[in-house]
């Protein structure tokens, strides 16, 4: 009777907590001997396949039928010029973006990505750019980034912090080089490209003093006696005059 009983609620049952429920009663009896063990683990069996019809069944609340997830779809995306793209992409390749060991891993879109992380390590100390921001940079697709990137990871060049959030849309990944070939490469471009890796050592530049005649006037450069330093042949009878623009010709007589 009690088995019978069962296995009709079992069948009537619309939700996981009402299976719930009904599988706690089973054990219970099974425990006090009102059901044999041949009983309660057809019902058992019988709970699991009901369970999983019910779930198959269930849609979650605010996803449209057919998606599997609450965020909107991500858009295609195009650049709006392909040959403006590939252009791109080739000259941040061969601009040098690591160093040829290195580079001779990658391909040339590869190379472009790389390049774009490179500038943002070099600026910033790390890149915390969205896969999508990156590529578009690059001139390549995402998949395309994603997969330079992953790549990079596996070779031991750089290392990607996840930035997940439950409930809601992740950060971006914070990508950071540790390969010291890939760094050192880095500051080799100057301070101006690399602040953050170059710190504040250097020398103050220093521009010489524009010492030229403004109204290009000649001057007497003959030697006089008791000047310091004037080693000039004497044997020259045509004085030597030097015009402003730094040039040397015979005076007139």
């Given at each position: ?8 609620a ?41 369970r ?5 069944a ?7 039928l057919g ?13 709006p ?11 941040l390749?061969c ?20 390049r ?26 995402r998949?395309?980034a ?10 031991g ?10 409930g809601?849309?992740?950060?971006p ?21 690399a ?8 020398c ?16 007497d450069a ?5 000047c310091?330093g004037?080693?000039?042949d004497?044997?020259?009878s045509d004085?030597l ?13």
């Amino acid at each position: 009777m009690f088995h019978a009983t069962m296995r009709s609620a079992i069948d009537d049952a619309r939700t996981l907590a009402q299976l719930d429920g009904l599988s706690r009663t089973i054990w219970q009896a099974h425990a006090a001997e009102t059901v044999t063990d041949a009983e309660a683990q057809g019902l058992a069996e019988l709970l699991h396949t009901r369970r999983a019809a019910i779930r198959e069944a269930v849609a979650p609340v605010g996803i449209p039928l057919g998606r599997v997830t609450l965020f909107p779809p991500k858009r295609l995306q195009r650049a709006p010029e392909r040959s403006v793209a590939i252009e791109r992409r080739r000259r941040l390749a061969c601009s040098g973006p690591m160093p040829p060991a290195l580079a001779s891993r990658f391909t040339t879109g590869q190379l472009a990505v790389l390049r774009v992380v490179g500038d943002e390590m070099a600026r910033n100390g790390a890149c915390g750019l969205c896969v999508d921001a990156i590529a578009a940079r690059a001139g390549v697709c995402r998949r395309l980034a994603q997969a330079a990137i992953r790549l990079a990871e596996g070779d031991g060049l750089l290392t990607i912090q996840e930035r997940r959030h439950q409930g809601r849309k992740s950060d971006p990944n914070v990508v950071r080089i540790i390969s010291r070939e890939w760094l050192q490469w880095l500051r080799r471009g100057g301070r101006s490209t690399a602040p953050a890796l170059l710190g504040s050592i250097g020398c103050k530049s220093v521009r010489p003093t524009d010492r030229g005649d403004p109204q290009r006037q000649v001057v007497d450069a003959e030697p006089k006696k008791g000047c310091r330093g004037a080693a000039v042949d004497s044997s020259r009878s045509d004085p030597l005059r030097i015009l402003a623009g730094g040039r040397t010709g015979r005076a007139m007589r």
